[in-house]
DNA sequence: ATTCCTATTGACAACGTTGTCAGTAGAAAA
DNA sequence: TTTTCTACTGACAACGTTGTCAATAGGAAT
């Protein structure tokens, strides 16, 4: 039935096993191996082919050396000026686009950055990040991969060995805040990619990153809450095992001796994660038995539960209870009263952590820097007690 | 000086002009041509090297061929399970990951998506979009490149260009507002590119999209303004060559003729984008001789300026002006008073059109299919003159 | 005319995979 | 023992670039 593809003979051939599902033969008078080739000849040339242009296709056009075409295109200068202008029209002629993915397998540079971020709705924060970050990268021709990790350390591997496996040139991240291992960030250094903290960083691993002051923040808080008096001071802060909480806790705690004012534990509450049990931290403050005059609160929106749910008791805002929050939601300057809030430089933050993460990058810089962006307490009528004193 | 890597001749070696920077040589001896081996040697080994394990040093570990180690990590059958096993030990073992880069090269899929954008920090609606599109994303195993246009059809371009250079898969836009000319978007199509159009889709070009009902959104916003006993009914409408704009106020106008309601040109403005001239459109919809009774606005934003303008003319909200907006930003529900919009699927639009994307890209699917999506209508204190009618 | 040399072009090996097919040892069948 | 035949493994050509180096035509110098 089956005859030799070679000299076409019928009685020499006998089966040889199978490769996948397709049986083979073998020819004992060539003494050849072979499978029967494929009905469907050329389905590529159809339909597939052609999809895009490329370098050796503005060769054939051009009768030159496909060779020649990538120093042309590259601006090399020991083309021909006269060939590189063919060659320039005829890519333009042909729409052709260079294949980044071909170029990076060769160079070993992708002109690609990674960027990990916890959530992308929980506030406005980390789209004015992005919103930083997307500018300069833009400005400096990268390209990014997004990845959230939705606060879940087993997310985050995953993000980080993603963005391995697509060869990025370096990585922005801003950690869980159940992140505690940091194994699978350490990688990148084993692997020589750059990566920057961005507003979280943990505290096991040294590396470049880019934060607010949060200490300062903890400090000009409380500040600002004895400056109108407030005597019996609380705090709602953040997670504990992210350093921004306890910089800020600090501050607070720091502040409040340096003014002599005792510290009193049962003022300070912890939120676990965004809003998982910050309702409690809330009626935990307001119903204690001497509650108290002044509370510096790490979010803001949490800030906004704490005026809500002081106005529902009827605690006057900000005659008996002196709130400040943090971060300056947008929320936070329409609410009733407006609430005080600290913030820091979002947008810019994103641009800065990304003209450093290129920078080493580029420079295959070896050193950590760590930038520490300055604060700014914007005051509102929800911790001013004396209208005049607005400036 | 030279004498000839080949022979070792002095004698009979003369300059052969330059490569690049570099002098050659030529042996007359041995007709040959070359140039100077570069000093150092190996810079590669010390420390460039061995960034990543490959398929390669799997195989010569275990003294095999990279074609067999190829087949193992893939899970072809025809590999011998022990010899699979050991493969697939030596390469945790290793720590390989596999590079996508090349696997695109040969594969011609890179399973990355783009995404394009106009703006990440203009409301909550895009970050929500976003989160939506991620969700499907990771589930579904693929990585996305974000590009943000910033409303700039030049910037639009440079993205879609970007998007065809690093090979994505398919494509999820958004366009800009000044958007007119779609060529740039009809590349996909030429190069077998699918796409998607999110939320605004141009009226010149066929294709997927998933967006709002907004021929529904502006009669149920009419409709309940025509309820709450409102007879002069205002519209803001948004950029004029966005086809929800168009759709919107084709809503406003159908609901109005329906009830048998005059149009009045003077009370159709229209907003050119977000916030551009939209302080000139609250003031002359507040200015009119003969004002509004109702307004419905095509965004939240310009109808909480609206209110904002209102209050501080003394205009009381609602028995004199009703304002519904649209979008149900946070803000709308903390405002004073609280604003009544009409919202679509945010987080599940992305979803949507993710999975269409998805679908089209495996199934090659060429037809378009367009989504429409349900919207609905928050009732606030905005618009709702008798507070009895709280559901 | 002969030699030298320069400007330009071409050939080819990477890069790290996948997939096709050829080759082989040795078990099963004769 | 000889002849099938099967289960594996290996070689190698893609994929679209970049970069290194060899080759060549023909002008300049002798």
């Known amino acids: 039935m089956v005859e030799c593809i070679k000299c076409g003979e019928v009685g020499t051939i006998s089966k040889a096993g199978k490769v996948g599902k ?13 499978t029967l080739p494929n009905k469907n000849i050329a389905p590529r040339s159809e339909l597939e082919k052609k999809q895009n242009v490329t370098i050796k296709d503005i060769a054939e056009a051009l009768q030159i050396s496909f060779s020649t075409v990538s120093k042309a295109l590259l601006g090399n200068p020991v083309v021909n000026p006269e060939t590189r202008k063919k060659v320039l029209d005829m ?21 690609t950055i990674g960027i990990i971020i916890p959530s992308i709705i929980s506030s406005s924060f980390y789209p004015e990040v992005l919103q930083g970050i997307q500018e300069i990268l833009s400005e400096k021709k990268y390209t990014s991969i997004l990845c959230l990790s939705h606060e879940s350390y087993e997310n985050e591997i995953a993000n980080c060995n993603q963005l391995i496996n697509n060869r990025v040139d370096g990585v922005l991240i801003s950690i869980t805040s159940k992140t505690q291992d940091t194994s699978h960030i350490k990688q990148f250094e084993d692997k020589n990619i750059p990566f920057v903290f961005i507003n979280r960083a943990p505290e096991t691993l040294q590396g470049s990153s880019v934060t607010v002051d949060n200490y300062l923040a903890g400090c000009k808080a409380v500040e600002h809450l004895i400056e109108q008096g407030c005597t019996r001071i609380a705090h709602i802060a953040g997670p504990t095992n992210l350093a921004f909480s306890k910089e800020r806790l600090r501050g607070f705690c720091d502040t409040l001796i340096k003014h002599r004012m005792p ?6 509450v912890y939120n676990d994660l965004y809003t998982a049990n910050s309702k409690e931290c809330v009626a935990h403050l307001l119903n204690l038995s001497h509650p108290p005059d002044g509370v510096f609160v790490y979010s803001d929106f949490i800030g906004i539960e704490l005026i809500l749910a002081a106005k529902e008791k009827g605690i006057a805002i900000p005659t008996e209870l002196c709130v400040v929050g943090m971060g300056n939601n947008p929320v936070s300057s329409i609410i009733d009263p407006q609430l005080s809030t600290i913030t820091g430089p979002t947008v810019e933050m994103g641009k800065i952590a990304t003209e450093l993460l290129i920078e080493e990058i580029e420079t295959k810089n070896q050193k950590f820097s760590n930038r520490l962006l300055d604060v700014e307490l914007i005051v509102r009528k929800s911790s001013l007690r004396n209208e005049s004193e607005i400036k």
Chains 1, 2 share one sequence.
Do not use: E
Request: glycine residues 0%; contains cysteine.
């Open 263 to 268: 510290i009193d534990m049962s003022l300070i």
């Open 22 to 34: 397709k049986q083979r033969y073998f020819c004992k008078h060539c003494k050849l191996h072979f």
């Open 91 to 111: 890519a333009i002629k042909m729409n052709y686009q260079p294949n980044l993915i071909a170029k990076t397998l060769v160079k070993h540079t992708s002109n």
